[in-house]
Every structure is written in C-alpha cells, then in structure tokens.
C-alpha cells in the first residue's frame, strides 16, 4: 500500500525555519519524482519543489528559491523540505507527492501541471508563519 505521511510543520515567527518531513512506504523513491505542494487559504494549491527520482536534481519555484532546499534519503526512505526565513505568505498547508514518473513535471522554475502524473498525496501538514 502507497503511503505518503507528512510531518514537521507548526507555528513559527517570521524569519523562522522549520523542516517538513515526507515519510514514504510501498514504492521505490528513487524511481519517482517526489513534489511539495503548498495550499493557502482561499487559494489554488501550488507546486513549490521538486526532487528528481533519478539524478537528485532539484527544483523551486521562484517565491521559495533561495530559501527552501528539497532533499532525500532513500534509505530511510524520506524526503524533507528545509525552509529557512520564513514568511508570511509561506503559511499553508503542505503536502508531499509522488509523481509516475522519475523527472519533476517543471519548467525551470514553473510547475508545470499539465505535464504532472500525480500518483499518490499525502494527508498535508499545517505551516503558520506568524509576523
């Protein structure tokens, strides 16, 4: 059974990090793209990383580049997402994300959706950045 559970996220100040953990079971992470989504409320959820299944290339979105970092360890069969100053905008629920295949549905820095094959999500885990 495919299973996607994150954990990590919380209240923190502004200027703050937290690091979100994505704990997978049931696939091989390295043979899939494995996505953060974040999702505000009143809006559409967005695609923020990405890390490849099998090259471990990286990517963000331009709101978070700089400040998130995307990582795995398929041993453990985790991936985190690091996200230093934080701010307010940062706040939403996120969600971690298996993608079919093994390369981010991204176009440099754009999540690209129309090319995205979510296969699996998790519950999501809440982010309250507080100024």
């Known amino acids: 059974q495919v299973q996607l559970v994150e954990s990590g996220g919380g209240l923190v100040q502004a200027g703050g990090s937290l690091r979100l953990s994505c704990e997978v079971s049931?696939?091989?992470?390295?043979?899939?793209?494995i996505l953060w989504f974040r999702q505000a409320p009143g809006k559409e959820r967005e695609g923020v990383s990405c890390i490849n299944g099998n090259d471990d290339s990286t990517y963000y979105v331009d709101s978070v580049k700089g400040r998130f970092t995307i990582s795995r360890d398929n041993a453990k069969s985790l991936v985190y997402l690091q996200m230093n100053s934080l701010k307010g905008e940062d706040t939403a629920v996120y969600y971690c994300?298996?993608?079919?295949?093994?390369?981010?549905?991204?176009?440099?820095?754009?999540?690209?959706?129309?090319?995205?094959?979510?296969?699996?999500w998790g519950q999501g885990t809440q982010v309250t950045v507080s100024s």
């Open positions: 049931g696939f091989t992470l390295h043979w899939h793209a």
């Open positions: 994300a298996r993608d079919w295949g093994a390369t981010c549905p991204f176009l440099g820095s754009t999540y690209d959706d129309s090319g995205a094959k979510i296969a699996s």
